[in-house]
């Protein structure tokens, strides 16, 4: 507590870099791991491919995808891009099977509606299959949002700055108070993510938590 | 005018759903589709709006061949109902009802002002429109899945079993309110169901399908009933088809009797062994024993109420049954407005039955011997 409050404009700074790198990835990956995961459901041939590789990712030891990362997009060693790049590969690589599962799982009845009043191509992904998709995307968005704000700690063995930076600090010169912090900020902000994304996904379904059964 | 011809689906793993398919739905009547599960029934109705394309043959509407237009543009001018309603659950009942209008690009005023109009057209409280599909009873999504169908007012409706996931009293209601909507709209509707009750109900024309998918006979109701092209149609209109008929048979030949009747409230006068008792209005509301009424007024408690009350414009068997349930023989049969005029016994209905004429038989074809014509006439 004494070492947080002796350096709390540090930890928030670092907080917020935390924040950054995991964050965007987040985002971004969502967005990329829609096209992919609607491919796998659209044409079932694919399914097997882009599920297997994307998960495969997954698998990379993230160090690994840090130092290689400048190799493949041509960056500095030291570019937080490096980063925001390889997080989002990870998001990718959690998302984009939710993302399948999201869209297969929407009730057959519903998508024969859909094709019966003449839904088709994007109308039908964003007018009826995203939205139902919602609450299993969500899930999966809660798990990789905690995932990359644990991987992304690991940034600052190649010297890209967030709370991180606490860990192996406070481990190198055994300040068990930077230590203790930089574990509950990380945690704090797992879990203020976690809930802005239970919070979202209830605004996006409100057909969810419409009160009251069958009248 | 819908048209079926020669048409047939095989599916990819060799099932044949449908063989040979020829059929046609006239403007403005239901045409139902029955037969056992698995007959090609679905298959059928989805190769109308193109979910499932033909292997062989062609449908057309109206004359133009199904298969040259888009497919999309060609299911929203189609209404599609199905069991279970397939609402939209991310969806109010309002914005569900919108969904084809909105597809077709009418501006937001007019898809709110159309959807609430239908929410009333199908029965339904207006309060129920900003509520989403889990939050109603599931004769109330069917109705919510009506008015989606009808929403753009296409010419044609396909129905799949729409019905048959309901309990037998909200079925026998929508049922009623579906034909009065059909007396107005005067939709051409391919009707699918399992039950030859609903069949023979709701069709004009009646398609029996047997497994394999081949047509074993297509016939208005009542030739359906009285000249079955073969065994398995006979088997599935079921033993008492000639009990059945009867309800298409109208009843203007039978000679009422007038009967005496007593207003609940007041002491009967007769001494007959049953009387008649009617509200103010003269609607009959049940018999009573006058013998063990005795000096009293009539109270609702000492009604029986057995007997069931037919309409004198309704069929023959209305009246016989009217007849038949009643525990005074006498059968009550009632005016357009339910105000009584008058009774009828078992024995005059069925001399009244022996003297109908039964649909004559077309020797020549008899598969579509009875069925209608284009312009849905007898053909
Ligand atoms: N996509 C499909 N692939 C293979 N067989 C199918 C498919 N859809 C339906 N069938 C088969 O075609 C037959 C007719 O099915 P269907 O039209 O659904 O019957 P019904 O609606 O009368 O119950 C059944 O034997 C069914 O198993
Ligand atoms: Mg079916």
């Known amino acids: 507590m004494d070492w947080f409050l002796a350096n709390w404009p540090r930890v928030i700074d670092l907080a917020g870099s935390h924040l950054y790198l995991s964050g965007v990835p987040l985002v971004v990956g969502l967005v990329l791991s829609v096209p992919l995961g609607w491919a796998a459901v659209r044409w079932r041939a694919s399914y097997p491919a ?33 980063v925001l790049a390889a997080m989002t590969v990870y998001t990718l690589a959690l998302l984009v099977r939710t ?25 039908r992904l964003f007018g009826v299959q995203l939205p139902l998709a919602v609450p299993v995307i969500a899930s999966g968005l809660r798990v990789a949002s905690v995932s990359n704000v644990s991987i992304v700690s690991v940034a600052s063995l190649i010297g890209v700055s967030q709370l991180g930076d606490l860990l192996i600090d406070g481990y190198q010169r055994v300040i068990y108070g ?37 009248a | 005018m819908i048209r079926f011809d020669g048409v047939t689906k095989q599916f990819p793993d060799g099932t044949t759903a449908v063989d040979d398919l020829s059929l046609t739905a006239p403007t403005g009547k239901i045409t139902v589709l029955v037969g056992p599960s698995g007959c090609g029934k679905t298959t059928s109705l989805r190769m109308v709006n193109r979910m499932i394309e033909p292997t062989r043959g062609g449908i057309s509407l109206d004359g133009q061949d199904t298969g040259r237009m888009d497919a999309a543009e060609l299911r929203r001018g189609i209404g599609y109902v199905i069991q279970h309603a397939g609402l939209f659950p991310h969806r109010t009942v309002l914005d569900n009802i919108g969904t084809v209008p909105r597809l077709l690009g009418w501006d937001k005023k007019k898809v709110k002002d159309r959807s609430r109009e239908l929410l009333e057209v199908v029965g339904l409280d207006p309060k129920l429109g900003n509520r989403y599909p889990t939050q109603l009873s599931g004769g109330q999504q069917q109705r919510v899945g009506v008015a989606r169908a009808l929403a753009a007012d296409p ?48 069709g004009d024309q009646v398609a029996v399908l047997r497994v394999g998918g081949t047509l074993a006979q297509v016939a208005e109701p009542q030739y359906l009933l009285a000249h079955p092209a073969d065994d398995f149609v006979a088997d ?4 008492d088809r000639g009990y059945r008929a009867l309800q298409f048979e109208h009843a203007p030949r039978l ?7 007593v207003v609940v409230g007041e002491t009967p006068s007769s001494r007959a062994s049953w009387l008649l008792v009617v509200d103010d209005d003269r609607t009959p509301l049940g018999w009573v024993e006058p013998a063990r009424v005795g000096d009293r007024p009539v109270a609702s408690e000492d009604l029986h109420r057995g007997g069931t009350v037919a309409r004198a414009s309704g069929s023959l068997r209305g009246a016989l049954d009217a007849a038949l349930s009643s525990p005074a023989r006498r059968g009550v049969l009632v005016d357009n ?43």
């Not at chain 2, 599935?236 to 033993?239: D, E, L, Q, S, T």
């Open chain 1, 50 to 82: 882009i599920i297997t590789s994307s998960g495969l990712l997954y698998t990379i030891p993230s160090l690994a995808l840090f130092i290689v990362m400048p190799l493949i997009l041509g960056t500095r060693i030291l570019d937080p891009f490096n």
């Open chain 1, 99 to 123: 993302v399948a599962d999201g869209l297969s799982a929407v009730p057959d009845h519903v998508e024969q509606a859909a094709t019966a009043m003449g839904y088709g191509g994007l109308r």
């Open chain 1, 178 to 214: 930077e230590l203790l912090t930089g574990i509950l900020a990380c945690v704090v902000l797992a879990l203020a993510l976690d809930r802005l994304i239970v919070l979202g996904a209830r605004l996006l379904t409100p057909w969810q938590t419409a009160g009251g059964g069958a």
């Open chain 2, 155 to 202: 010419p044609v409706m396909l129905m799949d079993e729409p019905f048959s996931a309901v309990d037998p009293i909200v079925r026998d209601q929508l049922q009623d309110e579906f034909l009065r909507l059909q007396d107005e709209l005067g939709k051409t509707i391919v009707f699918v169901t399992h039950d030859i009750d609903e069949a023979i109900k709701l």
């Open chain 2, 236 to 239: 599935f209109v079921g033993k």
């Open chain 2, 255 to 261: 000679t009422l009797h007038s009967e005496p009747s």
């Open chain 2, 337 to 379: 407005d339910g105000v009584l005029v008058g009774t009828v016994r078992a024995h005059e209905v069925l001399t009244a039955i022996e003297e109908t004429e039964r649909p004559e038989r077309d020797e020549d074809d008899p598969v579509h011997g009875g069925a209608m014509d284009v312009s849905g006439e007898r053909g």
